[in-house]
């Protein structure tokens, strides 16, 4: 993997296509060496974010013996005397005369001097009220640290928070967890012929971008506020410029849409090299989106920031999204770079010849397969909008019906589990 970056100002004109995979790894290795600092969350707040630091558990889990049934806990042969009732939720006195017994209910602590526990629904009573039965030969009661013994790691920093590990933590008696700050994000959407409201006339195009980057950039578990979505900023250098510094103020990225090119009116590599920013990566061989980029600027505290230059063809965008943000969102959370699932081609896929080929498909989860979709233009919205993510065909290749290809999913919602 080559590390080298180059300042904008040296790379006026873009240099060969990074590859594919190779730009991805590139990214993850620029957001994990500038990695967000920890900070604590309460659980009902740390959803979405990463773990900053193992998951241990405080004490053994559980804790105490617990009742896996409702029944009764018994010292020695029957029948059994009845002393006494044990609910969840409250400490069990002793049982220190054999043949005795206390009805115990699921989840209460069975009693020290307990034998076996024997269920309600195969015990009966006998005429003097003594109870009787026979107990199963499996203990029906859970150990004190069955789950997990006090200090366990449960789970490695870098694995996203969701509801299961929100839960699990709570369990394990945390209040709080340690978590990486999410990465504070902004919007910058570029050229004069978009239109924000109403439909498309005169010349001009709808911005399809700026109401849907931020949705797609919160599923991945970044903070994008209302003010921090800024356009359509003026086609001139110095509206670009200003525009950046003040977004990059406050923000760890800068998204931008369009003026990834070097027509007469884009402006992000000039604006760029002003600021002094050097590039991780800049363009990709990749069909869709190719002229994608991701610059880092560091100030003079130390201070990292991106900017990802997103093409301002719709699908395009998102292609960028998927191929250079996901990567370095997920090392500026300290997550492991993201391992891409496989499915098998239901129809062919042709390749884009030297470059890779990020395919619109829709996942049949139960089969296994991924299914081509139509309308994939790279300024179209209406293959996207019915797709699960992106089949990988390879440079110099093309996908064949029956193959296995990698798949790039499209971003979930915060604490959804991946397919």
């Known amino acids: 993997m080559r590390t080298e970056t180059?300042?904008?100002?040296?790379?006026?004109?873009?240099?060969?296509?990074?590859?594919?995979?190779?730009?991805?790894?590139?990214?993850?290795?620029?957001?994990?060496?500038?990695?967000?600092?920890?900070?604590?969350?309460?659980?009902?707040?740390?959803?979405?974010?990463?773990?900053?630091?193992?998951?241990?558990?405080?004490?053994?889990?559980?804790?105490?013996?617990?009742?896996?049934?409702?029944?009764?806990?018994?010292?020695?042969?029957?029948?059994?005397?009845?002393?006494?009732?044990?609910?969840?939720?409250?400490?069990?006195?002793?049982?220190?005369?054999?043949?005795?017994?206390?009805?115990?209910?699921?989840?209460?602590?069975?009693?020290?001097?307990?034998?076996?526990?024997?269920?309600?629904?195969?015990?009966?009573?006998?005429?003097?009220?003594?109870?009787?039965?026979?107990?199963?030969?499996?203990?029906?009661?859970?150990?004190?640290?069955?789950?997990?013994?006090?200090?366990?790691?449960?789970?490695?920093?870098?694995?996203?928070?969701?509801?299961?590990?929100?839960?699990?933590?709570?369990?394990?008696?945390?209040?709080?967890?340690?978590?990486?700050?999410?990465?504070?994000?902004?919007?910058?959407?570029?050229?004069?012929?978009?239109?924000?409201?109403?439909?498309?006339?005169?010349?001009?195009?709808?911005?399809?971008?700026?109401?849907?980057?931020?949705?797609?950039?919160?599923?991945?578990?970044?903070?994008v506020r209302p003010a921090d979505v800024v356009g359509p900023v003026e086609d001139t250098l110095p509206a670009h410029v200003a525009a950046l510094r003040s977004a990059l103020a406050d923000a760890d990225l800068v998204c931008t849409t369009g003026g990834t090119m070097h027509g007469p009116v884009d402006h992000l590599h000039p604006a760029l090299a002003e600021l002094g920013a050097d590039y991780v990566v800049n363009t990709v061989a990749v069909r869709p989106g190719f002229p994608m980029l991701l610059a880092r600027l560091v100030d003079t505290h130390g201070r990292v920031r991106f900017v990802a230059g997103l093409p301002g063809n719709p699908q395009s965008a998102v292609v960028a999204l998927v191929s250079l943000v996901a990567p370095l969102l997920a090392g500026l959370a300290g997550r492991p770079m993201p391992v891409l699932p496989y499915a098998t081609l239901a129809e062919p896929v042709p390749g884009r010849g030297d470059h890779t080929h990020l395919a619109l498909v829709r996942l049949d989860r139960f089969a296994g397969t991924a299914h081509p979709l139509r309308h994939v233009g790279s300024a179209m919205l209406r293959g996207l909008a019915g797709a699960d993510g992106f089949a990988v065909i390879r440079p110099d290749t093309d996908g064949a019906a029956g193959d296995r290809v990698p798949v790039v999913p499209l971003p979930l919602l915060p604490g959804e589990r991946a397919w």
């Not at 003594?130 to 640290?145: A, H, I, Q």
């Open 6 to 223: 180059a300042s904008a100002a040296d790379q006026a004109v873009a240099p060969p296509p990074a590859d594919w995979e190779e730009a991805r790894s590139r990214v993850y290795a620029a957001g994990l060496a500038a990695a967000l600092p920890a900070v604590e969350r309460p659980l009902a707040e740390a959803d979405g974010h990463t773990l900053a630091e193992a998951l241990t558990t405080r004490t053994d889990l559980p804790a105490f013996p617990t009742s896996s049934v409702d029944g009764w806990a018994l010292r020695g042969d029957g029948p059994w005397r009845v002393v006494g009732r044990v609910l969840a939720g409250a400490a069990a006195a002793p049982l220190t005369e054999d043949g005795t017994t206390v009805e115990i209910a699921t989840g209460a602590m069975v009693p020290e001097g307990a034998s076996a526990v024997l269920r309600v629904e195969e015990s009966t009573r006998t005429a003097d009220g003594l109870v009787d039965g026979v107990p199963r030969t499996v203990p029906e009661w859970r150990r004190p640290g069955e789950e997990a013994s006090a200090g366990e790691e449960l789970l490695p920093a870098g694995t996203p928070v969701d509801p299961a590990v929100i839960g699990l933590a709570a369990a394990c008696g945390h209040d709080t967890l340690r978590v990486r700050r999410q990465p504070a994000v902004a919007l910058l959407v570029f050229g004069d012929e978009l239109l924000t409201a109403g439909p498309p006339a005169a010349g001009r195009v709808r911005d399809a971008l700026g109401p849907s980057v931020p949705a797609w950039l919160r599923r991945y578990g970044c903070q």
